[in-house]
């Protein structure tokens, strides 16, 4: 390929650089973007969807979001140990009608700005294997996947603290990956 590029330098100038340009332009569109195991993007898009959609945290999403924003905060957070936790490098949802933000941005808790709502995830272990029957309904510390639902924005339209910790589990269904809320506590 370098050969060829030589030739168009040595014939035409113009032709050498639009091919050095195509080049380099191919190099950096060709670097890999992390890819995400499929399961893990089908529990957490499922799980995310449950909280933006579903019953069961309706009142926590008005609580510490703003109704009818659809812009939403993925937060990394840490483990009970301390220990780190971060959304899988190249996750993004899909969720229709939503936009998601990554990390903590510079409107945080503005008196300008309006809540946003944000989900840090706390806990997330999808890499292990299925567990029995017995062992799949578990909470806190057990639970493979932990987030805290809260105010990522600002206070605008009313300050709130603190957040709600929320539990899910995963399971095989009808050909997906589902994830299925098994607690919470505020």
Known sequence: MLNVVRT???????MGLLCCLLLVL????????????PKVAEILT??????????????????YGTPGDKTVILIDGHEL????VKWPPGFVPS?????????????RHHE????????????????????????????LDKSP???????GGGSKNGAVMGGHTTFYS??????????VQEGFFS
């Not at 190099?27 to 995400?36: A, D, N």
């Not at 995963?170 to 994830?179: C, E």
Request: glycine residues 6%; aromatic residues 12%.
């Open 8 to 14: 168009f330098m040595t014939r035409s100038k113009s």
């Open 26 to 37: 191919g190099f950096v569109f060709s670097k890999k973007k992390p890819s995400v195991d």
């Open 46 to 63: 499922s799980m995310i969807q449950d909280i933006l959609e579903g019953d069961a945290n309706r009142s926590a999403r008005d609580f």
């Open 81 to 84: 140990s301390g220990e780190p």
């Open 95 to 107: 969720v229709p009608g939503y936009t998601f933000l990554f990390g903590r941005q510079e409107y």
């Open 112 to 139: 300008s700005e309006n809540r946003r709502l944000s989900i840090r995830l706390e806990r997330c272990v999808i890499d292990t294997p299925d567990k029995p029957e017995s062992e799949k309904h578990i909470l």
């Open 145 to 151: 996947i932990r987030v805290e639902i809260e105010n």
């Open 170 to 179: 995963f399971f095989w269904k009808d050909g997906r990956w589902v994830a």
